[in-house]
């Protein structure tokens, strides 16, 4: 087990008594829940926070956590083959472990991991080495590593599946992916494109296919940009679900869908992985926000 240096990183017992850490530096703060290696908080010096987090968010083991970035690993959506499996895979309902904290005078950041187990392996017949590594500087930046530790190839899909907090969903218009060709889960996965920045005015879940642009939150009520920047990834997600699946979902306040818009950095539909045995792939997502 090697020596973790805790002194540069608070822990503390967070909501539902989950452990948490928090990441402090000169550029801003961020939280993160050993549940599910999530990202609950990250807010950047003199700005509001970046990400949402439901006021009806459920804090327990076994749960995923409404709001902040749930890690989705080994499949986004629905499991492949067995609807019986849990949606978005295990990693975000699972108990990660530190492996590193570290600290410098204008960075924080920690490094957490899990592997398979006999829980684990009940849903997914494969070893594996995850650890997602988060960094707080002049941005946040998450960067999730899966290792395959067996003999044979691994197949996954996965999200980054980010949570953001906006002024109001009638604020906001989403840009990078003018032109680009999505599958609409909402329309019989039909693969369509649109010339224009992404408005709201009804649920839109969207797969977004063979892009690697980073997309812009442009939040005119809140006069500011978020930036969602990706490496390791050629499909973004992007969806807001609306007033009747708000109603719908127990952890998702009836009104909070005009308060928040996901952006999911994603390997998802065409974009599936397959690991060798011994190599690793790494998704990353990179946030920041600017006035404007
Ligand atoms: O990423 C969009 C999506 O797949 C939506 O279809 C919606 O189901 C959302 O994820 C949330 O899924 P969850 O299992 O966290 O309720």
């Not at 070893?127 to 691994?154: H, M, Q, W």
């Not at 296919?209 to 939150?217: F, G, L, N, P, S």
């Not at 308060?259 to 998802?268: L, P, R």
Request: some cysteine; glycine content about 6%; aromatic content about 8%.
């Amino acid at each position: 087990m090697p020596f973790i240096d805790l002194s540069s990183i608070q822990f503390s017992s967070g909501p539902g008594g989950l452990s948490v850490a928090h990441l402090r530096c000169p550029h801003g703060s961020a939280t993160v829940a050993l549940h599910g290696g999530h990202v609950l908080e990250y807010t950047p010096k003199d700005q509001r926070p970046v990400l949402w987090l439901s006021d009806s968010a459920v804090f327990a083991p076994g749960k995923a956590i409404r709001g902040g970035i749930p890690v989705c690993w080994p499949w986004f959506g629905p499991h492949p083959e067995n609807s019986e499996m849990p949606a978005h895979g295990f990693a975000r309902n699972a108990l990660w472990e530190v492996q590193m904290t570290h600290r410098t005078e204008n960075t924080s950041s920690i490094t957490l991991g899990l592997c398979d187990s006999d829980e684990t392996r009940a849903l997914w017949p494969y070893p594996f080495e995850l650890t997602i590594a988060i960094t707080l500087a002049r941005s946040l930046t998450v960067a999730l590593s899966a290792k395959n530790t067996g003999d044979a190839d691994i197949v996954c899909s996965a999200a980054l599946h980010s949570y953001f907090a906006i002024s109001d969903i009638s604020n906001i218009a989403i840009t990078g992916l003018e032109g680009t060709a999505f599958r609409d889960q909402l329309d019989e996965d039909r693969i369509k494109s649109e010339q224009t920045p992404i408005t709201f005015d009804r649920e839109i879940d969207r797969v977004y296919r063979d892009t690697k642009a980073e997309c812009i939150i442009d939040d005119s009520g809140w006069e500011r940009k978020l930036h969602i920047a990706k490496s390791g990834s050629r499909s973004t997600v992007v969806w807001n679900p609306w007033i009747a699946k708000a109603a719908r979902m127990a952890d998702f306040g009836d009104d909070e869908y005009r308060e928040m818009v996901c952006v999911e950095t994603t390997n998802a539909d065409d974009d599936t992985v397959t690991i060798a045995p011994g190599k690793t792939h790494v998704l990353t997502t990179e946030l920041s926000a600017s006035a404007g």
